[in-house]
């Protein structure tokens, strides 16, 4: 998907930031799977989000997974800063998407409290495993 980002011509382009605890759980579940992955985006018909570790991609299904937005360029020395957001990059790539951005960061915020909550669960239904003593 980068490559294709880079290949189309961006609307706009403007300096912004992101919540750093958003920021952390995004990048954390993309370093855990080691892959790029895709989520829904409830209430928000036909829009997807592919999720990267430089860069969070918001497509458009039903026009052959165009990107509609893309924040990039995230400024990993702030990850440390406990300013609350991380400087980053949001490219338009269509008239419209001033609308929905504030509702894909919700949507967002929301589906990875979800997914860490399910994975919560998941490792709750672990046995840890004991040392056996050689003796």
């Not at 579940?29 to 592919?50: C, E, S």
Request: aromatic share 8%; glycine share 4%.
């Amino acid at each position: 998907m980068p490559n294709k980002l880079h290949n189309l011509p961006v609307y706009q382009t403007f300096a912004d930031a992101v919540d750093i605890d958003l920021y952390r759980k995004v990048r954390l579940k993309v370093l855990r799977r080691g892959r790029p992955f895709m989520i829904d985006l409830p209430g928000l018909r036909d829009l997807r989000l592919v999720l990267e570790k430089d860069a969070w991609i918001c497509i458009d299904t039903l026009l052959d997974d165009l990107p509609v937005m893309a924040w990039t360029g995230f400024e990993k020395a702030s990850v440390f800063d406990r300013s609350g957001s991380i400087p980053c990059e949001l490219n338009y790539y269509h008239s419209q998407a001033a609308v929905i951005v504030d509702s894909i960061l919700h949507s967002l915020s929301r589906e990875m409290d979800l997914l860490s909550e399910s994975e919560v669960c998941f490792l709750d239904n672990v046995i840890p495993m004991q040392l056996l003593s050689h003796g």
